[in-house]
């Protein structure tokens, strides 16, 4: 047998011990001979380079070292799901589906690990990115590579997009945790904590030799491969991917219900942790017809399993003042270990939540994690109190003096101080955060130490932190590449949408969501200030309270100064692509499918958009065109099936140009 021969025949019987092993769980061969096997490989691969192949198994155990990690945008954002907590919830969440069509349901296990999205191209593994925050995420390709129970090459050479969920399982979680008290390093809460901080490092070594493992449960545009998820599960594990084998097909409410009740039952014996399971409408024609929110998909929720409950003592009670001004009271804990945390704090949300529950300083509670995240009190135990005196709400500003304020028909208190620092810092870190104008390295503890310096009182003093530059390399924690890689940050910035701006002037009530209706209707910031409160009011999906936020902060003098100050910075307030009304695409509702070569999904969708169509992800009867990239499946077929006009790429780009 020639070297080459060798090599490819140690690579196939090293890559079906993987796949028996931690992907079908039917070792095939000893831990020992398998070390023997990728030994010969490795040494065989060092010493003939020109065979190499990037699908080799050896390429698994990692070496590869990034100075950091690039940002992937996506051409399908991650949805995130909603969650339900009880039977009652859940049958609500059922009933609805059902008030729209008849279905039938997947239930999966909600594994609690890392999203990911995974990119093959005929059948090889090209690229792995995070959530990040859904459209933009990071680059973790060579992290992604090293699991080994995922394939670098497909059974079939399919180009596919894949989603998952990575995990540490908990023999990975124990063997991490005691070398890392053997080197007398801090241990890690919990697995997700420590797959969380393994698939961030950069050093792919470091990733393989910790042994993360991964569940695939979702296809990119599924419809051009299959029509239910179902076989959707079927045709993943068809291609060589790890899926969960508990994911379980039922007919009706009662039966998701008996289900949910097995999987919390089974939980407590597998050997990695699930928080919930993930309930999802089965067939996809049905998708558009039961349709989406603004952060999620109607035809899919997450039970969450009850938390864990764990008694504790109020040690004292304290306020913290947020970006509008609200007080929020917080709960100061004796400490106490809660679904593998250890927790200290906990909101108390505002007075009404306090005197209803009748908490006070002194009293035993029994604490959860709400949705496994925020630690909640749940109830005092009243057996043991002793003489505590009744909760008394402040009436002044912990951080100005201040006095409070408590709207009619509010549960808050606010701060009536409009220089309250509290409120100027909330505000800066809300305008900086991800979600809004995502400014990288302008986290909470920088935004402070700015502002406690002078450098940062206002939005609009960001935009002149480029001035100071030697100035702040000499602050504790800054240095060259944190001031230059802020600097560039901030410059980007200006780049966000006008919906992301409005959204990050943090205008009380006005979400993301609202932002967006608000941007979409009104389209620039000198339309929304010539707007009067009848005209605000009558955008669907805006009611009286809203409405009046809107037109009040649009009415004070400082704020439209504040505007007029950013729109000389040069930040975005007016949507860029004007909707032009006279054309083909204006009111036509569009189905993309298969692989374009100008543009990614979300560019193409962009320019129907501009053009006055609609993008729906399901052919019907109601849509009218099909633009059909290479490797067009299933849509085309229907879309052929139901008359409708299919546009290749050359075409779509001829109209658009019209």
Not at 251 to 277: C, H
Request: proline content about 3%; hydrophobic content about 35%; some cysteine.
């Amino acid at each position: 047998m020639n070297v080459k021969s060798k090599i490819e025949q140690l690579r196939q019987q090293i890559h079906d011990a993987n796949h028996a092993y931690h992907t079908l769980d039917q070792p095939l061969i000893s831990d020992y001979n398998y070390d023997l096997l990728l030994n010969e490989l490795i040494q065989l691969e060092q010493e003939h380079p020109e065979f190499f192949d990037a699908t080799s198994p050896t390429q698994k155990i990692g070496g590869y070292v990034l100075d950091k990690f690039e940002k992937v945008t996506r051409d399908v954002p991650m949805m995130s799901l909603s969650n339900v907590f009880n039977q009652e919830e859940l049958f609500k969440f059922i009933e609805r589906i059902e008030e729209v069509t008849s279905s039938e349901y997947i239930i999966e296990l909600k594994i609690d690990g890392l999203a990911v999205s995974i990119k093959y191209e005929k059948g090889l593994f090209k690229q792995a990115a995070t959530r990040g925050n859904g459209l933009v995420g990071e680059d973790i390709t060579h992290n992604v590579k090293t699991i080994k129970s995922l394939p670098l090459k497909l059974s079939e050479p399919i180009t596919i997009e894949v989603r998952g969920e990575i995990f540490m399982p908990h023999k990975s979680f124990l063997k991490l945790n005691e070398q890392r008290k053997r080197n007398e390093e801090p241990l890690f809460a919990n697995p997700r904590n420590a797959a969380a901080g393994t698939i961030r490092q950069l050093d792919s070594q470091i990733v393989a030799d910790r042994e993360l493992d991964i569940f695939v449960y979702a296809i990119v545009d599924p419809q051009s491969y299959t029509q239910s998820h179902k076989d959707a599960l079927a045709l993943l594990k068809k291609l060589g991917f790890k899926v969960n084998q508990h994911a379980t097909h039922t007919m009706n409410k009662e039966d998701v219900w008996k289900t949910i009740q097995k999987f919390d039952q089974l939980r407590k014996s597998l050997p990695y942790d699930t928080d919930g399971a993930v309930i999802k409408v089965n067939a996809y024609d049905k998708y558009d017809m039961i349709g989406y929110t603004a952060k999620s998909p109607k035809w899919a929720t997450a039970y969450k399993f009850q938390a864990e409950i764990a008694e504790t003592t109020i040690q004292d009670i304290t306020f913290q003042v947020g970006r509008t001004g609200v007080i929020t009271p917080v709960a100061e804990l004796e400490p106490v270990s809660v679904s593998g945390t250890t927790v200290s704090r906990a909101t108390l949300h505002n007075e009404d939540y306090i005197t209803i529950k009748d908490i006070r300083i002194g009293d035993t509670v029994r604490i959860h994690k709400a949705g496994e995240i925020i630690p909640e009190v749940i109830e005092v135990v009243l057996s043991e109190r002793k003489n505590q005196p009744p909760f008394k709400m402040i009436t002044t500003c912990p951080v100005c003096g201040a006095s409070l304020e408590r709207i009619d028909g509010e549960a808050d208190h606010y701060c009536t101080n409009d220089s309250c620092e509290a409120k100027h810092i909330g505000q800066l870190i809300h305008f900086s955060s991800r979600v809004a104008m995502d400014i990288d390295s302008l986290g909470e503890k920088v935004v402070e130490t700015l502002f406690e310096k002078g450098y940062t009182k206002t939005i609009t003093d960001i935009y002149h932190l480029h001035q100071y530059r030697e100035e702040l390399k000499i602050l504790p924690g800054f240095g060259d590449k944190k001031v230059e890689k802020l600097i560039e940050a901030i410059e980007q910035s200006k780049k966000q949408p006008f919906h992301k701006v409005l959204f990050g002037l943090g205008i009380k009530h006005i979400g993301a969501k609202v932002a967006k209706i608000l941007v979409n209707y009104f389209k620039s910031m000198d339309a929304m200030l010539e707007a009067n409160i009848e005209d605000i009011q009558n955008i669907h999906e805006i009611g009286p309270e809203i409405a009046q936020s809107i037109f009040s902060y649009l009415r004070n003098e400082e704020n439209i100064t504040h505007i007029q100050k950013l729109i000389e910075l040069g930040l975005q307030f007016q949507v860029e692509n004007q909707v032009i009304k006279e054309h083909q695409f204006n009111g036509k509702t569009f189905v993309l499918t298969g692989k374009l070569e100008s543009f990614s999904r979300d560019q193409a969708s962009e320019i129907i958009e501009s053009l006055g169509g609609k993008v729906t992800s399901s052919v019907s009867k109601l849509t009218d065109y099909l633009l059909a990239g290479s490797d067009a499946g299933s849509k085309l077929k229907k879309a052929e099936s139901l008359g409708v006009t299919i546009l290749n790429e050359a075409t779509f780009k001829d109209i658009i140009h019209e």
